[in-house]
Nanobody, 122 residues
Framework: QVQLVESGGGLVQAGGSLSLSCAAS????????IAWFRQAPGKERDFVAN????????YYADSVKGRFTISRDNAKNTVYLKMNSLKPDDTAVYYC???????????????WGQGTQVTVSS
């Protein structure tokens, strides 16, 4: 397993941008698919985006498609989530997770970070 640490959250006005990072430990980082999920208060943890081990395949939730970009740098053991045109509905705790396959279910990811808060004001 890998250990994951998110960073980069904060408070931003609607229409602004933020970049999140997910730093991982371990020498097998490139073998893992990495996903971003988010959880708003009182709601379930929802899929945001994921990326294959070598970075060649990405998927996005419809709600963020065209606004968010996921990428990874395996030399730095880091995955990024660039978020543009942020909306108040994007307010949530954002988590990164590592797993063996490129799926959208939280149950398929065995390693999770502690989360980072993103707040978008209107």
């Amino acid at each position: 397993q890998v250990q994951l640490v998110e960073s980069g959250g904060g408070l931003v006005q609607a229409g602004g941008s933020l970049s999140l990072s997910c730093a991982a430990s371990g020498r097998t980082f490139s073998t893992y698919a990495i996903a971003w999920f988010r959880q708003a208060p009182g709601k379930e943890r929802d899929f945001v985006a994921n990326i294959s081990g070598r970075g060649g395949i990405t998927y996005y939730a419809d709600s963020v498609k065209g606004r968010f970009t996921i990428s990874r740098d395996n030399a730095k053991n880091t995955v990024y989530l660039k978020m543009n045109s942020l909306k108040p509905d994007d307010t949530a705790v954002y988590y990164c997770a590592a797993g063996p396959s490129l799926v959208r279910s939280t149950r398929s990811y065995g390693s999770w970070g502690q989360g980072t808060q993103v707040t978008v004001s209107s």
